[in-house]
């Protein structure tokens, strides 16, 4: 068990991150291997700066634990953490030439070293023995032993002297690094980054690519057990950023340190990681290598972020088939013993693996409607009924023709609906109406108790003529997909709030509106929306459906 | 082509931005140019307008005139650094978004300039006397006019010295001061490596702005020490006010010559301290 936990740097255990009544940061799990080179990814606002943020001290967690080689250093501030940040926006110091900026870190750093020094206490100790021995000599006639008393005393007195003059007691001190050393650090940091020579140079007559290395340079001079990068290269032109990437990773390489690195730039980080965490709305999504995560998305949300994808809602068939495209289509089998005959599941395929070819030779037909050269290969919109697929091709087809399209088996995605329709904990007003989400409806209550009805007065009363108290009673609400609405007009519903994901899936966008009490609605809706837009959902009274908590009978 | 034809009509026609300066230059002229001749004149003349070095000479052999030049200096330059170190956290707390929402509490600080100078300060002697009166039994004002005097030099010009600091505080950025942090500086070291340095422009802004006006009022010095105390402000004044002699406001011309040449060093030693901050300048310069 101990040492298992030595191969881990960095543990998070179930941390939460709350600004106010907003939860950022929701328990979050994670395991860093030393040297590994992580990335925390995902669209902004998911909570991955904030995580990182935590790591380097600048926030404290909520609730849960950080680990640093086992001990807490959850409340440490920043100044006491062996970690080093490079900021986004570098955060280089203005008043400061480049050599002051890297030497930043070496001239606080307080490091430990060792001296010997005179052991006093063992000389008191022998100072104490010898005058006891004189003592006892004074006690003693008998001359055998007073020689051999005297021995001792000599001895002793040997010992003294040699102590004294030996210092060997060894002692730990704290110093500064001295000149030399720092310059010499500084050098060799600058080398690291290209940037040798530098030293004397301000920093207002540097590009920003030559900024951030010299950001990058004053953290790894420190020699951090972590390093830690936030969206580092967000400044920098796209040329400048690729060739970054590539000297990142092999910086990496060269010093083994463990990188810690945050971007909402997918390709970045399939290119440069070990690892990924895909972040989304404060939970991680999937933790895994580059080819994992892109190979095998375990839902829509981490499929559409990473690269291009189809996404369909299909369902499950028999003999390991899956409907969707209103077709029938041959799956991986090994995908299949999660699922029941016909469950609603994700179906994600990547563009690049429909296989194009004639018309009825594959498992769908389709219009191109669409066709864009993108250097490699072309990117195709083919219309398959109402749905739209896109497909890379490397061979060159004419827009408007009719073209069949097939799948291997082993690429076509299967996994679970996050959501198959909206649940809500409700309860029953006193004029018999059902209240979630903070918005009253209207419902038959009848319908919940067996051989009630609403009486002349209007009061709910069982077959016997007794009324059935039912104020406040809690009910389990559920909300179908198709009994959401959304609308720009916020007038239009109680219920307001800010639209938080949408993933295409092909015919229309699967939408998630979160209101200002937390409360999630999972909407189907044909038109495109902007993330983060203020909408009303309108709810359909008809389509809800209510069932009473708890109650069987 | 183009070129040209812009060329031409440059040459041509009647420079509108130009002359917008036309009413500026006008007012400096005869507003700040002709009055630094005329007490130029004044000093190097005597009553016949003669040229003379006498009023130097009658200036410089008076100790008591020596004693007035330096108390001033010493006044002064105490205002100012008081002023500044009383500023300064003032200025962190205004600057402090979570403390100081809409800026309220800066306007509070400001408020005293709404009220009358001299108000100001004939009120703050009744205070300040009513209080040493009651506690140690006499006035300051009387016993200890000097201190008085850096007290309401403090008072009046305090906001002279938040202002451009707060102003250069609001410009800190907060990831560099993050960074000196992730960089092993304990709370004490990021401000003397970080928040100090970079408030620097913030910091000579304020000074000039308190040391200037502490150097030439007199108002301040009159009613802070019942008028028994004299700074360089009240010997000008003196001098130009009351015309004891033909040659009283020549000698006055001297006394304000000297002044400025004090705040000219005291402005090129200040452009020497922030030799480096020439783009990144805060506060009001």
Same mark, same amino acid.
């Given at each position: 068990m101990e040492d298992k936990n030595k191969d881990y740097i960095i543990e998070l255990k179930d941390v939460c991150k709350q600004f106010g009544d907003n939860h950022v940061v929701e328990h979050f799990n994670l395991y860093v291997k030393r040297g590994e080179f992580i990335t925390f990814l995902g669209p902004s606002g998911c909570g991955k700066t904030t995580t990182l943020r935590m790591i380097a001290g600048f926030e404290l967690p909520t609730s849960g634990t950080i680990l640093?080689?086992?001990?807490?250093?959850?409340?440490?501030?920043?100044?006491?953490?062996?970690?080093?940040?490079?900021?986004?926006?570098?955060?280089?110091?203005?008043?400061?030439?480049?050599?002051?900026?890297?030497?930043?870190?070496?001239k606080l750093k307080k490091i430990p070293y060792e001296v010997k020094v005179v052991d006093k206490e063992r000389i008191n100790e022998l100072k104490e023995e010898i005058?006891?021995?004189?003592?006892?000599?004074?006690?003693?006639?008998?001359?055998?032993?007073?020689?051999?008393?005297?021995?001792?005393?000599?001895?002793?007195?040997n010992e003294i002297i040699e102590l004294k003059k030996n210092p060997s007691f060894p002692v730990t001190k704290f110093r500064h690094f001295t000149k030399k050393e720092i310059q010499e650090k500084v050098r060799n940091a600058l080398k690291?980054?290209?940037l040798e020579g530098f030293e004397k140079?301000?920093?207002?007559?540097?590009?920003?690519?030559?900024?951030?290395?010299?950001?990058i340079a004053r953290a790894i001079v420190n020699e951090p057990e972590i390093l830690l990068l936030d969206e580092p290269l967000g400044a920098l032109?796209?040329?400048?950023?690729?060739?970054?990437?590539?000297?990142?990773?092999?910086m990496h390489k060269k010093i083994g340190i463990t990188f810690i690195y945050v971007t909402h730039d997918q390709e970045e980080a399939l290119t440069m990681s070990d690892t990924i965490v895909v972040m989304n709305d404060g939970f991680i999504q999937q933790i895994g290598k580059p080819k994992q995560i892109y190979d095998e998305p375990v839902n829509a949300f981490?499929?559409?972020?990473?690269?291009?994808?189809?996404?369909?809602?299909?369902?499950?068939?028999?003999?390991?088939?899956?409907r969707f495209l209103n077709k029938y289509w041959d799956g991986d089998p090994v995908d299949f013993p999660k699922f029941q005959v016909n469950e609603k599941v994700d179906v994600v395929i990547r563009p690049e693996d429909f296989i194009l070819g004639l018309k009825d030779k594959g498992t769908v037909n389709g219009v191109i409607s669409s066709k864009i050269f993108k250097g490699m290969h072309y990117e195709y919109i083919v219309n398959v009924l109402k749905a739209e697929v896109v497909v890379q091709s490397t061979s060159e087809l004419e827009e408007g023709i009719e073209v069949s399209l097939r799948v291997d088996p082993t690429n076509i995605q299967i996994m679970k609906k996050p959501y198959v329709s909206n649940f809500y904990d409700g309860y029953i007003t006193k004029d018999y109406k059902i209240e979630f989400a903070n918005a009253e409806f209207n419902f038959d209550i009848s319908l919940l108790f067996a051989g009630s009805k609403f009486n002349e007065d209007e009061v709910l009363v069982d077959e016997n003529g007794n009324e059935i108290e039912v104020t406040d009673m809690e009910v389990n609400v559920e909300v179908p997909f198709e009994a959401l609405n959304i609308s720009d007009d916020l007038d239009a519903s109680e219920i307001n709030g800010n639209i938080i994901s949408m993933i295409y899936h092909g015919e229309y966008y699967e939408i998630l509106v979160r209101t200002d009490e937390e409360e999630d609605f999972v909407l189907n809706v044909p038109d495109l929306w902007n993330e983060n837009d203020r909408v009303a959902v309108i709810v359909d009274e008809t389509k809800i459906k209510v069932t009473r908590k708890g109650a069987k009978k | 082509m183009e070129a040209t034809l812009k060329q031409k009509r440059k040459t041509s026609r009647f420079n509108f931005r130009g002359s917008l300066c036309m009413p500026y230059a006008v007012f400096m002229a005869l507003f700040v140019i002709a009055p630094l001749l005329l007490i130029l004149y004044y000093a190097f003349t005597d009553a016949n307008g003669v040229f003379t070095l006498d009023n130097w000479q009658t200036v410089f052999s008076s100790p008591e005139n020596w004693k007035v030049i330096g108390m001033t200096f010493v006044i002064s330059i105490s205002t100012t650094i008081i002023c500044i170190l009383i500023a300064f956290p003032i200025a962190k707390i205004l600057s402090n978004k979570k403390l100081n929402k809409n800026a309220v509490l800066v306007y509070i600080f400001l408020l005293p300039m709404w @009220?009358?100078?001299?108000?100001?300060t004939i009120g703050l002697k009744s205070l300040v006397d009513g209080a040493t009166e009651s506690m140690f039994g006499y006035k300051l004002t009387v016993n200890y006019p000097y201190i008085a005097i850096i007290i309401g030099m403090v008072y009046d010009y305090l906001p002279f010295a938040i202002l451009p600091l707060y102003n250069q505080m609001l410009k800190l950025d907060k990831n560099q001061i993050e960074a000196a942090s992730d960089l092993g500086a304990n709370p004490f070291q990021v401000y003397v490596k970080t928040i100090i340095p970079m408030t620097i422009p913030g910091i000579i802004s304020a000074a000039t702005m308190t040391f200037m006006p502490t150097m030439s009022s007199y108002v301040i010095a009159n009613k802070m020490s019942n008028n028994t105390t004299l700074i360089i402000g009240n010997l000008i004044q003196n001098?130009?006010?009351?015309?004891?002699?033909?040659?009283?406001?020549? @000698?006055?011309?001297v006394l304000s010559l000297v002044m400025l040449i004090i705040i000219g060093f005291s402005i090129v030693f200040e452009k020497l301290i922030d030799k480096k901050g020439d783009e990144k300048k805060g506060g009001i310069w």
């Open positions: 640093l080689n086992g001990k807490d250093i959850s409340l440490l501030p920043p100044y006491k953490r062996p970690i080093n940040t490079v900021f986004q926006r570098y955060a280089l110091f203005a008043h400061l030439n480049i050599y002051n900026n890297i030497a930043f870190g070496l005058k006891m021995l004189r003592d006892e000599l004074n006690n003693t006639s008998c001359t055998d032993q007073r020689s051999e008393i005297d021995t001792k005393i000599v001895d002793m007195q690291v980054v290209d140079r301000d920093i207002s007559t540097l590009s920003g690519g030559q900024q951030q290395r010299i950001a032109d796209l040329k400048m950023r690729k060739e970054m990437q590539l000297e990142l990773k092999e981490v499929a559409d972020f990473i690269g291009e994808s189809n996404i369909y809602t299909g369902t499950i068939a028999p003999n390991n088939q899956i | @009220i009358n100078f001299v108000i100001r001098y130009f006010g009351t015309r004891v002699t033909d040659i009283s406001n020549h @000698i006055g011309s």
